[in-house]
Structure formats: C-alpha cells, structure tokens
C-alpha cells in the first residue's frame, strides 16, 4: 500500500510539473525536437535554448560528477568552441589552426578517431581583433562543417575526416575572417564574416550544403538590392522603411566600411522559414565620423532561409556609440504576451537590455535593463528606439567617463541557456564600465578601423561578471551570482535542474537552476569561455563536457601575453582584467565528467 502512495504521489508531482512547464514559455516544437541524447551544433537546436533533456545528472548527485577523460588540444589560445556528440562519436575544433579532432566515445578515454587539419593561412592570425578563436563546427547529415579563420568553410566526411568540400568566402588581405559557428538547416550552410574593426563591410551567406556552391549572398550595408531587401521587406518600426536606407543613412559611401559583421549566432524557425541573425558594430567605432542611423548594423534580421530575402529588421543600436554588436543569440518561444498567444524571440543584448520581440514582425514587446546601464534609459516601446543620454555620448578629443556597459557590452557573444522546465533565461554577462576618448581614424584596408581610446574598469560594485537568471515572462531577475572576473563561458541547463557554466579562474560550476545555489565544482587548467554540452554516452549515461582554456577578447591579456601596464591593449580589456594572469594561465584542455 506504502508503495502505490508513493508512486501516486510521484506521478502526481510529475504531472503538476509538466502542468507547470506548459504554462511557461516554449520553444517551438519544429525548432527544438525531443531529445535524443546528442549535441550536434552548438545551439543544441534551431532554437537556441542550450537546453539538454537529460536528467541523470540533477540537483541531488550533481556534487558527486567527477572526470571521466580528458584531451589535450594542443593549442593554447582561447578556447571557445562547444564539444558537439554525434552517435559514438565527439567533435571538437580548435582555434587557430583550426584542428578538428573526432574521439571515440565507445572506447576507454575516448582514444582519437581521426584529426583534420585544414591549414589556414599563417597571416590571417595579424588581422583577428580578438584572439584567434573559432566558436564551434556544426553536424549535418554525415558531415562536419567548419569555418577556418582566414575565410574559407570546410565540409569533412564525419566517418572518415576527409575533406570533401571547401569554399572560400573572405579576404584576410581587407581584415575579413570568419570566427562564427556556422548554422546548418534546409540543406544551406550559413556562414558570417568577422572584420568590424577593420572596417570590412558585413554580409551572411549561404552555401549549398550538398556542394559547397554558392546559394545567396546578402550585405548588411549598402542599397537594398545587395541588402536583399525587397518587396516582402516589412519593418514593424517606421525609422526602418524607406528606400536605400543602408545607403542615405551613411555619410556618402561610408557603408562601404560600415561593419555590420555577422559573427555571432543564427537561429531558425522551420513553421515560418526564416533565419533570424544579428548584426554586428558599425565602423568606425567614433561615432562622430558615421552620422546618422548607420542601417543596418548593430540589429537583426529575419530573413528567408531559401532566397536570403529579408522579411523585416530592427536595430538594437541605432548609431551604435560603443561597439555594441547585435550578434547574441536569439532564443525562439512560443508564450502568452497580455494574455494573447505570440511567436517571440527573446534577446539578452550588448545594449544591457534583455529583449522580447515578436519574431513574426519585428515588434518589441519588452526590453528591460539585467546589468547597469549609464549610456541608454530605456527603451520607446511606441517607436523601438532606444532612448541615449546625452552626457554618455562620445565625443571626438574628449574622455567621457564611468559609460556602463562598456564596449563589450553587458553580455557579448557567449551563449545563455533556457530551461522550459523553470521558465528562467540563463544569462552568462559583464559588469563593465569604460571610459572613452574619441579619435580620428582613416580607412586603409587590412588595418585597424576604430577612432577610439578605450580603458575598461570594474562596474558598480567592483566585481566584473555576473551570472543571471532571468524570468522572461516577468520581465526580470530571479536570482543572480557574482563572479570576480567577466563570465565569458556560454551557460547550459538540463531537465535534471541543473545549469552550468565557467568561470575565467579556471573553475566549471554546475547550480541549482530555480535557486542559483552553488552544487558542486572543479577547477580546470585554464580560464573557462567555452561552451558546456551534455550528452547520453555509449554506455546508457549522461556526460558534460567543456573546453578550458583562457583568451579571447576579455582573456586576451592572457592569450596574448600583453602587458596589464598597457589598459588600452585588446581595444581596452586590458584596463578591466590586469590581474588575471594571476588568476589563470593558457591552456587547451577538454574535460569531461559523470556521475561515479
């Protein structure tokens, strides 16, 4: 009798939970499908929830993972790539010289399968702004792909590493390289340029999946034709209609080095067949010398996956002031907004502002502050426009301080997590203030494009990073940790309650994800920026996985050997991490855990 209670009693709990989830917001079934114990890109699914089913590892034993195996990477920079699991199989890729590897997960320590070295040109390591880093391949239908850093993208045969397309698509010899993730849907590749501060001109592309063949091209400055906006081009806002706009809203042939890099993540809804990506900074970063709206960078697109057409835009940052790229992740849910059932894309932006649209039409729906914000106070809900402050805003041989966020943003390219379980967005971020000067700065290709002095410092506080939990239909926090140093590790959550992320000394950190308590640690070799994965092994159980190795933009004092004296070195990171080389060292190491 004892026992039917219990399972009555347990049955009941699991279904009340379900109930509950279901009120919460949903990825859209089409975009997240049920789990099936893999990580084969890293968003996890075209949603972008970064969201495992797995829940072997949860509250109760998480605090007894320990190591399963490790590999070394043999490249000591940045580390910024997810470990990505196919069948037996894991994935992983390097930054510069961008090795992939492919371990065996149905054997002892997961022994090498086979190595790919794609050999990319020496020179293109002098012209990345921010280290040298890769953010992941992407699987697809038997085949890895991935992006090198001197511009080209690579099809291998994911049985054998054999290289079995390869397509180059930027010029390191302008400043353009190729640092994102590609994104994999429809049979297309898609693929982004990184050159912003080179003044390289920012555009998305699709390749054939199946060839490598060029499928469309589309700018993100310019006239509407390379723009690909066309008839079916419908903004919400009306700043974001008229004619030419990447052109009339640039001093006269400026968009020609405007920016608007697409070198962050790209998500995809299959029922509506858009692509929805984010732009990246207009150049130069002094503003003084790009008056105007500087359309259409640092924003987002909803564009058709099949022809590149845009369907609507919007800008983050219109005359983006501070570098504050639009190319974080955008997390597609279907929820109930004032009562009324709507398709959103929720947004945790550089601005400091966490975003909900209506990804149908581009309309905001909300947009509330999860960091310190100096620079904006809000935004016009009427018109989308976010509203600046005048005192905040650069000016041309002259410092403005204590301007929050600084360049990068209170959260930058590394990856939040959702959990339809709790509701709660997970949002890894900064606490950064600057101060800036502006300055001239004339265009010659392949050196730096930028106009501005910048010394980054500790935010209100005087910690750097924090670790958010964000209730999206609330429209704020529900809990928030403190970190020492900028999170710069993309964060993870799983149906075992569970989220997870690093931190730049090195330590992996799994938490209670409706509480924020601290369940269990280990510290790694390294500084942690990298994406954590989970996934069901041969043998039946869960594994997490991380790359640990410090670099990057924020780590780049690390990576680069710079001199902390310098706080205007990595375009100003310097000022806000002096003290990390004595909190970590370079590493390249994958570590991956499970329950004993």
């Known amino acids: 009798m004892r026992h039917r209670i219990l399972v009555a009693i347990t049955v009941a709990a699991a279904l009340a939970g379900a109930a509950q989830a279901q009120d919460l917001p949903q990825p859209p079934a089409s975009a997240a499908p049920p789990e099936d114990g893999q990580w084969a890109m890293p968003a996890k699914n075209y949603a972008s929830t970064r969201y495992s089913g797995l829940d072997e590892i949860n509250t109760g034993n998480v605090a007894r993972l320990q190591v399963a195996f490790t590999f070394s990477l043999g490249v000591d920079r940045g580390q910024e790539a997810p470990p990505l699991v196919v069948g037996d199989t894991m994935f992983i890729a390097t930054p510069y010289p961008n090795v ?15 190595k790919f070295e794609p050999k990319p040109e020496a020179a293109a390591q002098g012209v990345a702004c921010c280290d040298v880093v890769t953010r992941g391949p992407a699987y697809a239908d038997g085949r890895v792909f ?32 190729i640092t994102m993730a590609p994104l994999v849907a429809k049979g297309k590749v898609l693929v982004g340029n990184s050159g912003g501060e080179y003044g390289v001109r920012g555009w998305i592309a699709a390749l054939d999946a199946a060839t490598g063949k060029l499928a469309w091209k589309a700018y993100n400055t310019g006239p509407d034709a390379d723009v690909l906006i066309g008839p079916d081009f419908k903004p919400f806002y009306e700043a974001d209609r008229g004619k030419d706009l990447g052109v009339t809203t640039w001093p006269p042939g400026a968009w020609q080095q405007g920016g608007g890099n697409v070198w962050g993540w790209i998500s995809y809804d299959p029922d509506l067949n858009l692509i929805y990506h984010g732009t990246g900074n207009p150049g130069p970063w002094n503003p003084d010398l790009r008056p105007g709206d500087n359309k259409w960078t640092a924003g987002i697109f909803a564009r058709d996956i099949d022809t590149g057409a845009a369907r609507w835009a919007y800008q983050w940052s219109p005359h983006d002031l501070y570098d504050h790229d639009g190319i974080n992740e ?3 849910l279907d929820m109930a907004w ?10 945790p932006e550089r601005n400091g502002y966490v975003y909900v649209l209506d990804r149908t039409t581009g309309e905001v729906l909300s947009a509330k502050p999860f960091a310190p914000v100096t620079s904006s106070s809000g935004v016009d809900l009427k018109t989308g426009r976010l509203a600046m402050v005048a005192d905040k805003a650069p000016q041309t041989g002259r410092v403005i301080r204590d301007i929050c966020p600084a360049a990068p943003g209170a959260k930058d390219w590394n990856p939040s997590a959702y959990s339809p379980r709790t509701g709660l967005l997970y949002i890894p971020h900064n606490n950064l203030c600057e101060d800036l000067l502006g300055m001239e700065a004339n265009y010659i290709a392949g050196t730096p494009y930028v106009g501005a002095e910048v010394r980054m410092k500790p935010g209100p506080g005087g910690h750097r990073g924090e670790f958010t939990a964000w209730d999206i239909a609330k429209a704020r926090p529900a809990w928030m940790v403190k970190e020492n ?16 992320y690093g931190s730049f000394e090195g330590w992996f950190k799994a938490l209670d994800a409706r509480s924020g308590k601290l369940l269990w640690q280990f510290k790694t070799g390294s500084g942690i920026i990298g994406q954590p994965t989970t996934y069901r092994g041969p043998d039946g159980h869960q594994y997490v996985a991380i790359l640990s190795g410090a670099g990057g ?10 001199d902390p004296r310098d706080q205007t070195a990595a375009l100003g990171f310097v000022g806000a991490m002096g003290d990390l080389k004595d909190a970590t060292t370079r590493g390249g190491m994958l570590y991956v855990f499970r329950l004993p």
């Open 100 to 114: 992939l590897y492919a371990l065996d997960l149905s054997k002892p320590g997961a022994p090498l399968k086979w």
């Open 146 to 177: 991935l992006n090198t850093l001197d511009g080209n993208t690579i099809a291998v045969d994911a049985a054998t590493g054999q290289e079995i397309w390869r397509t180059k698509l930027g010029d390191i010899n302008i400043g353009e390289t």
């Open 330 to 332: 955008n997390i597609l």
């Open 338 to 347: 004032q009562g009324q059932p709507r398709k959103v894309l929720v947004r």
């Open 485 to 500: 140093f900028p999170v710069w590790s993309g964060a993870l959550a799983t149906a075992g309650d569970v989220v997870f």
């Open 553 to 562: 933009w924020a780590g780049a004092i690390v990576a680069g050997d710079l």
